[in-house]
Each structure stands twice: as C-alpha cells, then as structure tokens.
C-alpha cells in the first residue's frame, strides 16, 4: 500500500513513523506548503513535494493521510484532494462532522474514490466505544473523560493572549466524578464537576500577570466553565517540564441489565498516551489499509471508523485473525 502524506507537522511526523512499524505500507511522497527543500523528513530516498504538485502524483499514491488542523484545513482541504486520492483525515469539530461528511462524500463518489473523515482516539476509537456500549446496554448513561493530556488547542488559545509568550494547558479529570461513574451510580455532571483545567504559561517581560490570568480563567468555551490554575513559569521551565505532548482519557457507560434492572454493568475504555499526535497517526495508518481495501472493492464515498469492519484494519488473514485474536 502506497502512502502520501499531505503536512508535515507532529501529525505528519507520526504517520511517517508508523508507516516505518506496518511493513505492508510504503510511504511514497511527502506532500507540504512549505519550500520542499526545507523540509527534511525520516525516510531515506523518499520525494517531498509542494502541495501544488499534488495532481501530478495522483497515480503514484494509494491512500493519501491528509494532517491539516480541523479548524481552516481539513474543511477545504480533504474534498479537495479526494478528487484526485482516496483520503483519510482527523477531523475533529464534533459538531461539524454531519457537513464534513456530506461535503467529503460528494466529491469521493463523483470522482470514484473512498474517503475516510474524523479518524483518531476521539472521535475515532472513542466513538466506537460509545457506539458498541450503547447498544449493549441501552439502558443507561455515556461519560467521557479526557487527560490528563495537553490540549492543542486551549494552548494555542493561551498564546493568542496579549503578553503571552507561550504556554501549556492541561486538561484533568476530576477524581471524585470518575469514582461516581466507576461506581455504577449514574451521577449527573456538569462540565466543571467532569473536568479542571492547568496552566502554564510564560509571560513576556514585564507583563501584567494578573489581567493574563484574569483573561485566560473568563475565556467563553475554552476556561469559563471549568476550575482553572494558572502557574506563571520561565521559558526554561516550560521547554523542560512541559515540552512533551501526552494525552488519554477514558469512556465509561454505567448501565442496568435484567428483568428489573437489578444489575449494574459499566463499561470501560482507557488510553494513556505519551504523544497525542504519534498515537493518532497509528490510529490514521490502520484505516488507511481499510481505505484502500474499501476502494478496491468499490465501495466508494465518504466513510466513518463505524462503517468499517474491524477485520479491514488488520494485515493478518481472515484465517490468521480467528485463529490468535478470537
């Protein structure tokens, strides 16, 4: 299988790594915005080209990994190369995946091509965890917890404050609510009892520290609703102590089974991961084996991690997978 990658970030970086871990997958051009001759990647022997090049590769690529940023990139980006590739992307604005969708399935299906949208741990991994503990236990209640990992994006929102140098923040969940979920109890839970948030954050030199931290703790739909500790800290610090980009979280779903629902069952799913980016990218090389196994069997269009059969995502045999997995 023949892989390109569109950006070359910490998502692009990943997916070149886990190539280098799936032997039936080749990484056969690098795709980028930047001068081509600036970037240096991994792999040996392996061209980079400028993203405007894209159309005159078409034929030399099976799978291309789109690692653009769901907020400007995917939305244009993943229709616009499913016109000449099957793709598969990471997009992530949950509200935004039903118009992602029909926006990538449109294109797939007039150019005969299969697409993948919104693969990852969440969505992606996570969502199918929901998918399957809702239906085995339709009587019951979802919980999703995510960290303690860096947020991408609340970080970048902390350096978008006037006399904010740079800055990490961390998402946490709250001990005592996971305990109450874990207990079978179905306890409900508002945003800040789920969740706090951490951060840390360099200012520029004489700076005021107080309205930064005023700023970022009244911030609507990234602060506000959550407890939130800001810790000021030297540009020294941050690079040593926070330089890493780890993740996880969990999906829990409490619910009851029997005649007169006299038992409690709770089903758990957990990730701890020391990079966020580097396990998405695993996560995006996997189903990209299932994307060009669709498209060879003419299933064309725009596809979620829910239309796909789990036995896509593996190299092994049919025979190979009942045999040691089943």
């Not at 892989?3 to 799936?22: F, H, P, R, S, W």
């Not at 207990?183 to 360099?202: A, I, M």
């Not at 980009?245 to 990730?271: A, Q």
Request: net charge negative.
């Amino acid at each position: 299988m023949k892989i390109g990658i569109l950006g070359y970030g910490n998502l692009g970086k990943g997916v070149e790594c886990a190539i280098k871990q799936n032997p039936d997958c080749e990484l056969t051009a690098v795709f980028t915005r930047r001068d081509p001759s600036t970037v240096k990647i991994l792999t040996s022997g392996v061209p980079v080209y400028n993203v405007s090049e894209v159309e005159k590769h078409k034929d030399e690529v099976d799978v291309l990994i789109i690692c653009g940023g769901s907020a400007t990139d995917l939305p244009k980006q993943t229709p616009e190369y499913a016109k000449y590739f099957n793709v598969i992307d990471s997009f992530d604005t949950h509200a935004k995946i039903p118009e992602h969708f029909a926006n990538v399935d449109k294109v797939a299906k007039d150019f005969k091509h299969t697409a993948l949208i919104s693969c990852g741990w969440d969505p992606g991994l996570f969502s199918l965890n929901r998918l399957y503990a809702n239906c085995i236990l339709p009587n019951g209640k979802d919980y999703t917890f995510w960290g303690k990992g860096v947020s991408q994006g609340h970080s970048d929102a902390i350096r978008r404050i006037e006399g904010v140098k740079d800055g990490k923040q961390y998402t946490i969940p709250v001990q005592a609510a996971l305990d109450a979920v874990r207990s079978g109890s179905n306890p409900d839970l508002t945003t800040r009892q789920k969740h706090t948030r951490e951060c840390f954050v360099v200012a520029e030199e004489g700076a005021d520290k107080a309205r930064i931290e005023k700023e970022i703790k009244e911030m609507p739909n990234y602060f506000a609703d959550y407890d939130t500790t800001v810790h000021f800290i030297s540009e020294e610090e941050l690079k040593r102590d926070h330089s890493g980009i780890p993740h996880g979280g969990f999906v829990i779903r409490s619910g009851k089974t029997g005649w007169d629902n006299e038992f409690n069952n709770v089903i758990e799913y957990s990730l701890k991961l020391d990079s966020n980016p580097a396990f998405t990218s695993s996560v995006l090389v996997a189903y990209a084996r299932a994307v060009y196994r669709l498209n060879k069997e003419g299933s064309l269009g725009c596809k979620t991690v829910f239309d796909v059969a789990p036995a896509y995502l593996s190299p092994l045999s049919g025979e190979e997978i009942r045999a040691h997995l089943l």
